[in-house]
Structure formats: structure tokens, C-alpha cells
């Protein structure tokens, strides 16, 4: 299977290249599908950005793992595949994992799916949601899988959705959190603990006071200024006003209390406001950052990507350091992301004075002088704020996305991260965002404002992956 999965990405990935859609700073798959973000650490200076593929179709299909590098998150390498479903432990899929480093080795994570022959829904019977680990030195050769937890090793009361393993190290002890269902149709947190990170014995459960939504998963547990962070992702949790408004949510709580006590969680916080973002995973780098990588994707969701027609879809979002001010979680692309910007002016720009930008490519930086605007950007994406709520919406770019919003008191300012087929917006230099696919023709690059705003745009250099190759066409 790992030759053959090879061996397509190798023949068919110059014809995916070609396409236009093609981002230029952004990591997409090869060919094929991509999703959740998986197994990111730091190791001898090399970033590692492992991530869901399926190369052999673009709607998705049987699962194993991609892999990106990068010393200097401009110019990276694409590895070959290596993880891949060939064993019994994960037989229906590699699924979503985590890395956490320690000694001088990568210690790797991971949900092995198997699903039995029969009739059976998978949800509550006729699955296995193993938790498999593997190990490296380098991130680039792997030890052989081996299981550390079973579906009898979980509480009773679990349905057959447990996955995507995570850990976090307190007081000399690791802990693993699992995104749950109950049978009773609950979202939960489990929590393993390990004095060794090869055995594991149940903890205890992170959940909410009342239930919200019926699974909670991606999880991911950190530390940011001592306060501990549960980022996750809610299903079934119905849409209240402009809250939720996506088919799934993401979002963080607040966690008070060592693990190895009665701990609380607070209310729930969205994290990314857009139509396109989902599964995040962080790590701690060697300067002390908290990263985080999304999805530039969302599950079942109702709209599409042209880009399947191509033999491709979806990508993963810039990386944002993370930071806590005001018991709020904020984000903005790391410093990386902003020295590639090739070129920088300024201007004030007047009411409905029409600004070409020469390309899709470009960070903008937009500080309104008027307590309401509407923007209108590239071909049809407009940003709108009035009376305290951002509007976000796309026509025909859009293919099914239309409308999102934020509620927020005031805007001072918003940086416009465009790509291609990608838009990420962050108000009041991180305080919300807001991600999101867009596919026009690239040729109408504007920015029109009803009212006076101070104006920073930066054309933006793309990534390079392998020797002096483009990660996509030159726009």
C-alpha cells in the first residue's frame, strides 16, 4: 500500500500543480484530500507538520498520514509516505494522532480505525478505536506500531467514537485527553494518565456542566501564562443567533484545576468565526511559542471545492502563535508567515476609491475611521460592520458559502491574509478570525471601502517546497 500510494502522488502531482487554485502560501496535499492537522513538534530544528491524506481521491477515502518539513517555515519538503492503514491495529485508517517529544525522542499517538464486517452503524457497534503508538528520532524514520489502548479498555458508557489522542505533561505526569460520544449521545473529554508513556489507566472525564453537542472531538490540552486551555471540536451543537453557525464547531474552554484534582471547565469560546476552518492542533516550539495549524476545511459541510475536479482538496491554515490577554485567546500568523511579504505601501484610502492590488496573493491591513464600512474585496467578498456585528460574505466565489458573523463591540483593525483560493481575516489584531475558501477568477484583486480607512498592503512571496520548486502555479 505504501508503494502504491508513492507511486500515484509521484505520477500525478505535476498535473495537480497546474492548477490555478493552487495555493501559494499555504501546505496542501500533493494530490488527493487532506484534513485534520496531526503529530506537530519541533525535533533538531526541523518543524514537523504531519496531516489526514487520502492521495488517491479527492473526496476522501481510506486514510493515512502526509507529511510536510521545515527549518524556517518559508521552504519545506514534502516526505514520502510512510504511515499508512497496513496493520491490524489500524487496518480502516491511520486517524487523527498527536506527537509530544521527550528525551530525545518523538513519541507518536494515534487512532487506529477498524471496522468489522456486518451490519452494523458504526457508531455505537461494529467499530475498534484503538490508540496506537509509534516512536522516532528524527520524525522521518518510525519504530513499528504498537497499542496502548483498546475499545474494553474505555468506560462502558463510550460509544465507538473515541479518538484523536493528545498529551500534556503535569507534574511529572502525562496525561492523554480523547475526544468521546457517550452512548447517551454526550460530547466528553477522556482523560488517561501514565507515569511512563507506554502504559495508560483511566483518570477521569473533562465535560461540561449541561450537555453540549453529542461528540467532542480533536482535543487538545495546553498551558498558556499558567492557565490550562481544552481546545475541541463540538458536533451537534444547534446554532444560538450568529453562535454556531457552521455543521460543527470550534472552539476552546478555559480548565481550572490540576488534573490531578477536581477540575472545571468554563463556558465555551469560539475560536475561528469562518466557513472553513476545523480539527487545530498546537505545539510548543524551541522559542517558546504555542502554534497552532488548522484545517482549511470543515466536515459534511453543505458548500464545495472546485478544486475535486482537479484531483485535489483542502489545505491546512497559516500557523498562528497563540496568546491568552484578558482570559481570551488570541491568534495572529507567526512572524514567519509576515517576512514573506515582497513588497509594503501605505495610503489613506477614500471613500469608494478602488484600490488594485495586482494579485491575489497579499496581507492587508485595514484600520477603519468610521464606527461602520463595507468593504468590498477581490471579486465579491465583502466585510460589513454596523451596530456591532462583522458580516463576512461571498456570491459566487463562494461556491454554497454565504454569510458568517461576528459580534464585536469595536473594530480597530482587520488584517486580510489572501491566497489564492484562501482568505483569513483577524480583527483587532487577533482578538476573532475568520477562515474561509474562496474561488473567483483571481483577475479583479480590489479593495473598495464606503469610508475613509488607513490602508497597509503587502504583496506576498509563496512557499517553496523541495529545490526551487513553487508549491503551486506562479499567479
Not at 489502548?149 to 458508557?157: F, Q, R, S, V
Not at 461528540?215 to 481544552?230: A, R, S, T, V
Request: hydrophobic fraction near 35%; charged fraction near 25%; proline fraction near 5%.
Amino acid at each position: 500500500m505504501k508503494t502504491l500510494w508513492n507511486q500515484y502522488e509521484q505520477a500525478h502531482a505535476p498535473g495537480v500543480a497546474s492548477d490555478p487554485w493552487r495555493l501559494r502560501y499555504h501546505l496542501m496535499p500533493p494530490v488527493g484530500w487532506l484534513n485534520d492537522p496531526n503529530g506537530l513538534c519541533e525535533k533538531d530544528g526541523v518543524t514537523h507538520i504531519f496531516y489526514q491524506y487520502s492521495p488517491l481521491e479527492p473526496a476522501g477515502g481510506q486514510k493515512g498520514w502526509g507529511h510536510y518539513t521545515t527549518p524556517d517555515w518559508k521552504t519545506f519538503e514534502s516526505c514520502p509516505i510512510e504511515l499508512v492503514p497496513d496493520s491490524p491495529l489500524d487496518k480502516d485508517g491511520v486517524y487523527s494522532g498527536s506527537a509530544f517529544v521527550k528525551d530525545d525522542t518523538i513519541h507518536f499517538f494515534y487512532t487506529g480505525n477498524i471496522k468489522e464486517e456486518g451490519d452494523f452503524d458504526y457508531i455505537y457497534e461494529g467499530r475498534g478505536h484503538y490508540v496506537n503508538t509509534f516512536t522516532s528520532g528524527d520524525g522521518l524514520t518510525f519504530s513499528e506500531k504498537r497499542n496502548v489502548l483498546k475499545n474494553e479498555d474505555y468506560p462502558h458508557d463510550l460509544s465507538c467514537h473515541v479518538r484523536d489522542p493528545k498529551i500534556f505533561e503535569e507534574n511529572g505526569v502525562y496525561y492523554m485527553v480523547l475526544g468521546a460520544r457517550t452512548r447517551n449521545d454526550v460530547g466528553q473529554i477522556l482523560v488517561y494518565r501514565s507515569d511512563d508513556l507506554a502504559q495508560w489507566s483511566f483518570h477521569g472525564r473533562l465535560e461540561s456542566d449541561a450537555p453540549f453537542g453529542y461528540m467532542w472531538e480533536c482535543p487538545d490540552l495546553f498551558e498558556l501564562d499558567g492557565q490550562k486551555i481544552l481546545m475541541t471540536c463540538p458536533q451537534g451543537v444547534e446554532q444560538d443567533g450568529y453562535r454556531f453557525e457552521n455543521v460543527y464547531q470550534n472552539g476552546y474552554f478555559l480548565v481550572d484545576g490540576a488534573l490531578d484534582e477536581h477540575t472545571a471547565l468554563s463556558s465555551f469560546a469560539e475560536f475561528d468565526h469562518g466557513f472553513d476552518f476545523y480539527a487545530p492542533q498546537t505545539y510548543l516550539d524551541t522559542r517558546g511559542r504555542r502554534i497552532l495549524i488548522g484545517w482549511m476545511g470543515i466536515p459534511d459541510a453543505e458548500y464545495s471545492n472546485p478544486t475535486v475536479a482537479n484531483g485535489w482538496q483542502h489545505a491546512l491554515t497559516l500557523p498562528r502563535t497563540l496568546w491568552l490577554e484578558n482570559g481570551r485567546l488570541y491568534q495572529f500568523p507567526i512572524v514567519e508567515v509576515l517576512d514573506l511579504k515582497r513588497t509594503e505601501r501605505s495610503q489613506k484610502l477614500q471613500a469608494g476609491e478602488t484600490v488594485d492590488i495586482g494579485t491575489p496573493c497579499f496581507h492587508a491591513t485595514l484600520s477603519p475611521l468610521t464606527d461602520s464600512f463595507h468593504i468590498c474585496l477581490r471579486e465579491d467578498c465583502e466585510i460589513e460592520y454596523a451596530n456591532g456585528l462583522l458580516t463576512f460574505s461571498l456570491k459566487q466565489s463562494g461556491y454554497g458559502r454565504d454569510a458568517r458573523h461576528i459580534e464585536v463591540g469595536q473594530i480597530e483593525t482587520l488584517d486580510v491574509f489572501s491566497d489564492t483560493s484562501s482568505v483569513e481575516i483577524f480583527v483587532n489584531g487577533g482578538q476573532y478570525a475568520l477562515t474561509s475558501r474562496i474561488y473567483d477568477n483571481m483577475e479583479l484583486n480590489k479593495i473598495v471601502s464606503d469610508g475613509p480607512m488607513e490602508l497597509v498592503v503587502r504583496a506576498m512571496d509563496a512557499y517553496r517546497v523541495g529545490k526551487d520548486n513553487y508549491i503551486g502555479s506562479q499567479v
